[in-house]
């Protein structure tokens, strides 16, 4: 399981896998078998993952897709830094829009309702920035190369420490992209099997209107 600011409910794990599933396909048939990190294949990737694009090269992007794909799935909890934030925010966008414009396209019912399945979940509509305001911690990662230098040096020291070169492009040493468990995290629930921001009704993830008539408040 990957960590992120709340602990994943079913659906966000199935369109978390989906888009992983998707986007590692997507980028392995963009990439020349030869020449995978040459400057068409960078200007191809940059393309359709523009944040990510600016620090990952192709091939050490899809290493990293992978890998994070393999730890997906499994009990532990997964620490992720910037980095790793920067490649799932661009993956869910990328597979959000494919998703969306899919099923605004449908022909006809049955089409629509092959084109919402997202794992075992009917989703039609998945609501990008509602989705990353839920999971995501924050959205440092996509500050500006200039907005970061021209900070004061206080205020650079509340970001994260590899956002900083992140933010200028550099790319990351392979310890920053190793996958650790978080031992310190022992208030997710590992094992994911309820939908709690999704009803049997719900069309749009996250659903706002049903988490609120179950009685809950929505997580700040």
Known sequence: MLRFAKAPDAVFQ?????GLDFTIDFVSDMLPAAAPDS???????AAVFP???????????????????????RPEVYYLNDYHYLLLFDVLRFFVE???????DAIDKRDKRNMSLV???????????????????????????????NLPPWFKDTYNSETFALTQGMLPHPEELALNVDELED??????????????????????????????EWPD
């Open 14 to 18: 199935a369109i978390l896998r989906d």
């Open 39 to 45: 400057d068409e294949a960078r200007e191809d990737f």
């Open 51 to 73: 944040d990510a694009g600016k620090s990952f090269p192709p091939k050490l992007a899809f290493d990293t897709l992978q890998n994070l794909r393999k730890c997906l799935d």
């Open 98 to 104: 494919v998703h969306n414009d899919g099923v605004l």
């Open 119 to 149: 794992g075992p979940f009917y989703v039609e509509k998945i609501d990008f920035e509602d989705l990353i305001d839920l999971f995501f911690f924050d959205i440092d990662f996509l500050t500006s190369s200039e907005t970061m230098l």
């Open 187 to 216: 208030s997710f629930e590992c094992k994911v099997t309820t939908a709690r921001y999704f009803g049997k009704r719900s069309k749009v993830y996250p659903d706002y209107e049903y988490f609120e008539k179950a009685g809950a």
